[in-house]
């Protein structure tokens, strides 16, 4: 069974930092796509920023320049830096990956349960 752990969310003040992890586990044969998005109350979820397995990435505008998604293949695992943080940042953050689990022959998305991130103006 795959499974997808995020951490690192709280409470944090305007204009400071934190930094969320989120980690793959389970019958891995490889892992695609990693992804991390957000959800405010009374919004849709949106994609904040995405990584390829190469290390490409992408960002919604809101966050380019105070953002950065990076991964650590070795680990299985996602971060994503926050800085220069603002009350609208707040929501409830998700991992997102694209798995090719062991023995299987596609890949598969997964989603973890959400962190709360919070920021206080």
């Known amino acids: 069974q795959v499974q997808l752990l995020e951490s690192g969310g709280g409470l944090a003040q305007a204009g400071r930092s934190l930094r969320l992890s989120c980690v793959a586990s389970g019958r891995i044969f490889s892992i695609n796509t990693m992804a991390w998005y957000r959800q405010a109350p009374g919004s849709q979820r949106e994609l904040v920023a995405d990584?390829?397995?190469?290390?490409?990435?992408t960002y919604v505008d809101s966050v380019k320049g105070r953002f950065n998604i990076s991964r650590d293949n070795s680990k299985n695992t996602v971060y994503l830096q926050m800085n220069s943080l603002k009350p609208e940042d707040a929501a409830v953050y998700y991992c997102?990956?694209?798995?090719?689990?062991?023995?299987?022959?596609?890949?598969?998305?997964?989603w973890g349960q959400g962190t709360q991130v919070t920021v206080s103006s």
């Open positions: 990584i390829t397995n190469g290390g490409s990435t």
């Open positions: 997102r990956a694209d798995i090719v689990p062991m023995r299987l022959a596609q890949w598969y998305r997964y």
